[in-house]
């Protein structure tokens, strides 16, 4: 069963459009949700994230969001550039003891058309 | 900022060897490392989590006599796939954790069974 659903395996975007990806969660134990960015044979990097404290949180052309009720969370990218084109990971973790791993989604496949 | 090395970026071995995959942490003390295994089109899976000095916890599912786990200093985690067989064949990451801060992931393992 899986805990963290990212339900679009892609996404195409025209250059300079918002990009929005959408990640679902189960846990109600999570409470700290990143996103990650993803090349092909490279390992992921850390992108932005937010705590289950906050709603938004916001970084340059990134914002991710966060409805706690719905257990759902968006990353918005805007304006979005042909270097965006990746996979993008939603990612979730319950800190309580800080020594757990990451749960993580099946990803959605960005390509940013110009 | 942090930087976690792995090495090596890609390896082919034949069915039936052992293939050692290595992840340093450069630039700080890693408490604690995680590996992942990725198949193509899917998420990330947590296979287990290394804790220096102790024995490594594995998720359900993954065999630790198969993945063997050392994590002898603060800086140097390595995962052995013992007697590799081609359904082994997938892309290993591993992740290190600087004491509460989030996860550092390498740039990954692509490994080929033939």
């Known amino acids: 069963d899986q805990q963290v659903k990212q339900n679009s395996p892609s996404l195409s975007v025209q250059e300079g459009r918002i990009s929005i990806l959408n990640c679902d969660y189960t846990?109600?134990?999570?409470?700290?949700f990143l996103w990650y960015k993803k090349y092909p044979a490279e390992g992921p990097t850390f992108l932005i994230s937010?705590?289950?404290?906050?709603d938004k949180n916001e970084d340059g052309r990134f914002t991710v969001f966060l409805n706690k009720s719905a257990k759902h969370l968006s990353l918005h990218i805007v304006p979005s550039q042909p270097g965006d084109s990746a996979v993008y990971f939603c990612?979730?973790?319950?800190?309580?003891?800080?020594?757990?791993?990451?749960?993580f989604g099946k990803g959605t496949h960005l390509i940013i058309q110009p | 900022g942090a930087v976690v090395s792995q090495h090596p970026s890609r390896v082919i071995c034949k069915s039936g060897t052992s293939v050692k995959i290595e992840c340093r942490s450069l630039?700080?003390?890693?408490?604690?490392m995680f590996w992942y295994r990725q198949f193509p089109k899917q998420s990330l899976m947590l296979m287990a989590t290394?804790?220096?000095?102790?024995?490594?916890?594995?998720e359900q599912g993954v065999e630790k006599d198969k993945f063997l786990i050392n994590h002898a200093s603060l800086t140097l985690s390595t995962l052995t796939v013992t007697s590799a067989h081609p359904e082994d064949s997938s892309f290993y990451i591993c992740?290190?954790?600087?004491?509460?801060?989030?996860?550092?992931f390498g740039s990954g393992t692509q490994l080929s069974v033939l």
């Open positions: 992740s290190a954790r600087r004491s509460n801060e989030r996860l550092f």
């Open positions: 846990n109600s134990m999570f409470d700290y």
């Open positions: 937010i705590s289950s404290i906050k």
């Open positions: 990612a979730a973790s319950a800190r309580v003891g800080g020594a757990d791993g990451l749960t």
């Open positions: 630039d700080f003390q890693a408490t604690t």
């Open positions: 290394s804790n220096e000095g102790s024995k490594a916890t594995y």
